[in-house]
C-alpha cells in the first residue's frame, strides 16, 4: 500500500469522525451550529478524498477531459444551487428541502449501484445483495420523497386513496422482491435491475400518497432513514468505508427519530411503512364548535391579562414560524419576565411540521434555552397557568385530538384548554394542516387576536410597554 493511499484511507476515516463528533453536537441546540460546521467540514475532507483518490487512479478510474469537465461541472453546479438555497430557503420551507434532499441522496445512491453493476458483469452474492438494496431503497426515498414535498409544499396536502391502491402496493413490492432476487441469484440483466428501480419508484408514491398532511414530518424522519441506509448500501457496493459510516449515521439517526416521532404523534412505525395512517377513524369528522360563538379580544386587554399574570406559557406555532416573529415572540417574553412573571415556552414535537424546528428557530432569537419545554414537560402546568399565548398553533393545540373519529385522533397534543385563560393569534379561522377545525378557538376561556403573528406580538409589546411600563 503507497503512501498516498494510506494517506487517502486516513483523511476519508478523519471525514468519517468528523460525522460522528458533529451528529454528536446537534444533540443540544447550544452545540448544534458548531456540530453543523464540524460535519460540513468533514464533507469538505471526505469530497477532497475522492478527488485526489480519482485523480491519481488509486481507485482504478481512467479519468479523460471529458469526465473531468463532467465531474468539476457537477461539483459547481450542486456547489451553487446548495449555496444558494441555504442563502435563500425560509425557516417554514425547511421541511420540504430536506424532502428534496432526501430525495437527491436517495436518488444518487440508485444510480451509482445501477452504473456499477453495469460495469462489473460478474459480480459476488453479497454485493449483489447490497446492489439491489441500495436500487430499491434509494428509488423508494426517491419517489416518496418528491410527493412529501408536494404535499409540504401545499399540493396533496389530503390523502389521496383510489380503489386497488393497497394491493397494488402490495404487488410493486412482490415485483421488486422477486425480480432483486433474481439478480442477486446471478441472473446479470440491467434492464431487470432499471426495472426493479421503477417498481421501487411506484411503491415509494403509492406510499406516501394516502398519507395525512398532519402526519407528514414522521415520514420526513422515515424517508431520511431511508436515504442513509441507501448511501450505507452504495458504500457496500463501491467498498467505501466512508459512505458506510456517513449512511449508517444518517440511518440510525433517521430510525431513532422516526420511532420517536411516531410515539410522540401516538402513531406505529408499522402503519408508517405501510402506508394509509394519518387518515383518520371510520367514523365520521365531527365539525367543531356546533354553532358556538367565537370571541375576539383588542390588544390592550390582551396586553393588560398578560401583564398582570403570574405565569405565563407561550405556544408557538408554524404560524409563527412562516412570519418569522420569534424576534418579537422574545421580545414579548423578556418584557413580562422583567415584570417578574414566570414565563416558558410550550414546544410540541412538530411545531413548525419538522422535529427541533421550533426550537432552532427560538434559538435563533436567544429565547433562554431553559424556557424551552417539550410536550410532556409542560403540559401538567397548564393548569397553574394563568395566560395560555397560542401563536399560530393550531393542530397541536386541538382538544378533538382526545376524541376518535377524526385526523387527529389520538395524537398527544398541548392541554392549553386547561389554562385559566387563552389568547390565540391567528389571521383568520381557517383549519390547520389536518383540515378540520380547531375547537379550542370555540372554549369559552379562549379569545381571539386576529392578526398576523410578527404584527401581533409586536403589537402586543407596544401595549405592555404604553399601558404598564
Same mark, same amino acid.
Given at each position: ?13 478523519? @471525514? ?23 460535519? @460540513? ?18 481507485? /482504478?478510474?481512467?479519468?479523460?477531459? &471529458? ?10 453546479? !450542486? ?57 430499491? %431503497? ?33 404487488? @410493486?413490492?412482490? !415485483?421488486?422482491?422477486?425480480?432483486? &432476487? ?12 432499471? $426495472? ?15 398519507? !395525512? ?67 383518520? /377513524? ?6 367543531? /364548535? ?23 406559557? %407561550? ?40 422535529? /427541533? ?7 435563533? @432569537? ?23 399565548? $397560542? $401563536? ?78
Amino acid at each position: 500500500m503507497s503512501g498516498l493511499e494510506i494517506g487517502i484511507r486516513f483523511f476519508s476515516l478523519f @471525514a468519517a469522525v468528523c460525522f460522528v463528533l458533529g451528529l454528536h453536537l446537534m444533540n443540544s441546540p447550544a452545540t448544534a451550529r458548531r456540530g453543523n460546521w464540524i460535519s @460540513a467540514f468533514g464533507m469538505l475532507v471526505a469530497i477532497v478524498a475522492a478527488l485526489v483518490s480519482v485523480a491519481t487512479g488509486q481507485d /482504478g478510474a481512467h479519468m479523460n477531459t &471529458a469526465r473531468w469537465l463532467v465531474l468539476i461541472a457537477g461539483v459547481l453546479v !450542486g456547489g451553487a444551487w446548495g449555496l444558494y438555497t441555504a442563502r435563500t430557503i425560509a425557516m417554514t420551507a425547511m421541511p420540504q428541502l430536506v424532502s428534496l434532499f432526501n430525495a437527491v441522496g436517495g436518488g444518487a445512491a440508485a444510480l451509482i449501484a445501477i452504473t456499477d453493476y453495469n460495469q462489473h458483469p460478474h459480480i459476488p452474492a453479497g454485493t449483489a445483495t447490497a446492489t439491489v438494496l441500495d436500487v430499491v %431503497i434509494g428509488c423508494v426515498t426517491f419517489a416518496g420523497s418528491l410527493i412529501a414535498a408536494a404535499k409540504l409544499q401545499g399540493y396533496w396536502s389530503q390523502p389521496v386513496t383510489f380503489p386497488g391502491a393497497r394491493p397494488a402496493m402490495a404487488l @410493486a413490492a412482490l !415485483g421488486f422482491a422477486g425480480l432483486g &432476487a433474481w439478480v442477486i441469484a446471478g441472473a446479470h440483466n440491467v434492464g431487470v435491475l432499471v $426495472v426493479v428501480a421503477l417498481v421501487a419508484a411506484a411503491f415509494g408514491v403509492l406510499m406516501v400518497l394516502p398519507i !395525512g398532511g398532519a402526519d407528514m414530518p414522521v415520514v420526513i424522519s422515515l424517508l431520511n432513514a431511508f436515504t442513509g441506509t441507501a448511501v450505507a448500501m452504495a458504500g457496500f457496493v463501491l467498498q467505501n468505508a466512508t459512505l458506510v459510516i456517513a449512511g449508517a449515521l444518517v440511518g440510525a439517526s433517521g430510525s431513532i427519530l422516526t420511532k420517536l416521532m411516531a410515539d410522540a404523534m401516538n402513531r406505529s412505525v408499522v402503519n408508517i411503512i405501510a402506508g394509509g395512517f394519518g387518515t383518520g /377513524g371510520s367514523a365520521a369528522v365531527e365539525a367543531a /364548535g356546533g354553532g358556538e360563538t367565537v370571541k375576539s379580544i383588542a390588544v390592550d386587554d390582551a396586553a393588560l391579562q398578560l401583564a398582570y399574570a403570574n405565569k405565563v406559557i %407561550i405556544v408557538p406555532g408554524y404560524g409563527l414560524a412562516a412570519a418569522q416573529a420569534q424576534h418579537e415572540c422574545q421580545e414579548l417574553g423578556k418584557l413580562l419576565e422583567e415584570r417578574g412573571i414566570e414565563v416558558s415556552y410550550a414546544i410540541h414535537p412538530v411545531a413548525g411540521r419538522m422535529p /427541533g424546528h421550533m426550537n432552532v428557530l427560538l434559538a435563533e @432569537a436567544n429565547v433562554p434555552y431553559d424556557q424551552l419545554k417539550e410536550m410532556d414537560q409542560v403540559n401538567p402546568e397548564f393548569d397553574r397557568t394563568d395566560v395560555a399565548l $397560542v $401563536v399560530g398553533a393550531n393542530d397541536v393545540t386541538n382538544p378533538a385530538a382526545r376524541r376518535p373519529g377524526n385526523p387527529v385522533s389520538g395524537m398527544p397534543i398541548l392541554d392549553v384548554d386547561h389554562a385559566k385563560s387563552i389568547i390565540v393569534i391567528k389571521r383568520s379561522m381557517a383549519s390547520g394542516y389536518a383540515g378540520i377545525d380547531n375547537e379550542l378557538y370555540t372554549n369559552p376561556k379562549t379569545s381571539m387576536f386576529f392578526t398576523d403573528a410578527k404584527r401581533g406580538l409586536a403589537s402586543l409589546v407596544a401595549a405592555t410597554k404604553t399601558l404598564v411600563g
